[in-house]
């Protein structure tokens, strides 16, 4: 009888190649149901917009905002993808494996092509 | 089941609340850590469940009752009824009923003297509520730990209540209320709880033994904890249940459900899940 091999996603590499997907892409990290970041990558010579605590703050936002929506899986089913769009970023969220993945991106853009790349990443992820 | 009405409603987040039922006719009898069932009108039935009270049993203006609203895989039919409930809606009860009560004597009919120590896990920290304002209104001698754990501390519902019943010990000192309470905060690292500077972990290490040989809760207490000197109540879910348990069988505690064959134990408990 073969052995079952679980795997556990490789974040930093997800990180990475979720950031080197599309210029457009200013950050990209995971974080757990206790808000803490699994790997978190952002472009270089980028200015982070939020605060150490501002970005704490954004992260338990973005999570309590994660768990009332849970509370319509029953009728709705399991959230896949949610939008904020900010007059200076877009911060995307994704559920992936229990853990969520933020990202954020440049205002104003068409972000259909960034969300395949970027669930491709999500969905082949093993490879 | 009776007629009764909601008096009080208090959110104190979304999904947590703290309710009063005023029976319509006469007050019954209870023991401190009983719990009520409760019902309302859905679909021309009426939905019911229990909540265990954290009102005293000397109270006789209404029962109160602190309320998680869970909903997750679904909600349940009677809370999300209750959140959506309005002050003077009327209610009907049912006699309240449980065996998480204080043992006052031992199975040898001797006084209990035991310290008291009670582990509520989240709104299990109900009947404590109720235990600790019958131990104060009835003037008893007994040592009382509370031990409560929460996620958020916005969960710590009763800490004003319960931090004023150990100040009332610290002033009047210990031979007149001796009253001890302690909050531990599961998600220290959350941006929630970033001003939390109290004890952080799941409440039942409180009872895990240190480097120094004592555990949090002897610390606390000022001696060792032996199955002699001090009763545990336990209320929550079956994990926080367990969890104490793996402490207390280390030590030879046994349970009311496993008792010795001379009557005697040193823990009850009641869990919710």
Redesign the interface.
Known sequence: MAEEVITQPNYERLCSNILNSDKHIRFAGFVND???ILHSAQQKDLDSLLTDNEI??S??YTLERWR?A??F??RLGKERLTFTEYDNVTLVTIPFKGKLLLVSTEPRIHYDPIIEKVNSILTNWEK | MENGTITYTQLLR?DLGIFRVTPDGEFPDFKAGQFLTLGLPLDSKIVNRAYSISSSPENKKFFEFVIRWV?????GRLTSLLFNAKEGDKISWAKPTGSLTINDTLPNGEKDTRRIVCIGGGTGLAPFVSFAQHLHDTNDKREIVILHGASYVDELSYKQLLTDLENESIDKGKDKWNFKYRAAIS?P????N?AWHGYKGRIEQFLRTSDNGKSALEELVGEKITKDNTIFYVCGWQGTIDGVMDYLKAKNFVTEKNKREDGSYEVKFESYG
């Open positions: 206790k808000s803490q704490g703050m992260i338990h009332k849970q509370n899986t029953f | 979304e909903r997750k895989p679904l909600p998600r690292q959350e941006w929630t970033r």
